[in-house]
């Protein structure tokens, strides 16, 4: 299982409209992925260590079995997905691929 986490730099003068992201966008990949993408959340940044501002104002995090299953549901759409951003924020976003080895309920 690998995780595609989206990360959007907290910065002077970044704007992000969080209900259009969880409401709107994150649905979207969802609904262009299908069932390649198992399930997704969406974090709000509320403060970084002792009390300074978050380093970023909000990700996203795709759970997905595989690089390539990533690659392949997410590809041909990526153009109408990356059109979406100037919607909710003028960040640019920090994209991470990682290999999740411990996920527990």
Do not use: R
Not at 2 to 9: D, E, G
Not at 28 to 47: F, I, N, P, Q, R
């Amino acid at each position: 299982m690998i995780k595609v986490s989206v990360m959007y730099p907290n910065a002077q003068g970044v704007s992000f409209d969080h209900d259009y992201y969880k409401t709107t966008h994150m649905p979207l990949v969802k609904s262009k992925m299908g069932k390649a993408l198992h399930h997704y959340t969406v974090d709000k940044g509320l403060a970084g260590g002792a009390g300074d501002a978050p380093a970023f104002v909000a990700m996203g995090h795709l759970l997905v079995d595989s690089v390539e299953a990533f690659q392949a549901a997410f590809g041909p759409h990526a153009q109408e997905i990356m059109a979406d951003i100037p919607n909710y924020t003028n960040a640019s976003p920090v994209i991470v691929i990682s290999e999740v080895t411990v996920e527990k309920g």
